[in-house]
């Protein structure tokens, strides 16, 4: 699986979760962010206790026996490393394996591990992506606060080899708001990064995403109508569609819908978008 497949994936699996219908803590009130701090010594204790035999436990069971053989063989091997280059090979292997199977939260902890090792910018990055595809598609809230831990560990190591990356400070931007105790300065980072680059898709997608689970759709359809003319996908589509159904533009949001079907590689989705349709027509 090539990275495009891996992202048309992930993308699938959070859309057809609604995450963007949650609240973003500090978005919506003021006691979002209280209750978050407060609860910090919890979330500490929960993000000690999340690694990757943890997340890879599911991860194997999703992806069945056959999948997972090569996986096992590879952990194996990783336990009875002695030497540093071995176990860095062995770290980058497995890293490899988990997206090739479209499971980004053990290849987080491998890529994580790989960073940590050589320090290199690109390890960081993929990091930090992978904990914020998992994030973005986990419903298991146990083992979110080590994903935000991890995102942005990762992107702020990033981001110190090269500080003007503009996919680090929106990666550490979405991470920020994603753990709800700093969104506005995870807000401040995108709207810092379309400051430079005002067409950015990532930047404004998640811009989109965050001005719909506050309720700003009119400044959501802003934002998903400049990734669709540089990048027109279905996942943009589909949240133009869902913006305009709040703002209760039925025929914008049909025809929205309508495109994102024509680019949905996955049939059943298809079907759900075709019953989204009919309930906006009668």
Known sequence: ????????????????????????????KASATHDTAKSAPMASKAVSNVTVATVS????????????????????????AS?????????????ARWDDV??????????????????????????GNRFNDAFKITQDTAVTPAFITGAVEAFTNALKLKPQSLEGKTGLGVAYVNGGASPMQGIALL??????????????????????????????????????????????Y??????????????????????CKEMMPDPVFGQRIDQYIKELKN
């Open 1 to 28: 699986m090539n990275k495009k497949q891996i992202g048309v994936a992930i993308v699938i699996v959070a859309i057809m979760g609604y995450l963007y219908s949650l609240p973003v803590k500090g978005l919506i």
């Open 57 to 80: 436990e599911p991860a194997k069971a999703a992806i069945g026996a056959a999948l997972s053989a090569k996986i096992n063989d590879l952990e194996g091997r990783l336990e009875k």
């Open 83 to 95: 030497g540093d280059a071995e176990k860095l090979s062995l770290n980058k292997q497995l890293a």
């Open 102 to 127: 479209n499971q980004p939260a053990p290849a987080a902890f491998y890529y994580q591990a790989v960073a940590r090792k050589d320090n290199s910018f690109d390890a960081w990055l993929n990091s």
């Open 191 to 236: 709207r810092e990064v379309i400051a430079q680059d005002p067409t950015n898709i990532s930047a404004n997608l998640n811009l989109g995403l965050f001005s719909m689970k506050s309720g700003q759709f009119d400044k959501a359809v802003q934002r998903f109508k400049t990734v669709i003319a540089k990048k027109p996908d279905f996942e943009s």
């Open 238 to 259: 589909f949240y133009l569609a869902e913006t305009y159904k709040q703002l209760g533009q039925k025929p914008e949001a049909i025809a929205a819908y309508q495109k």
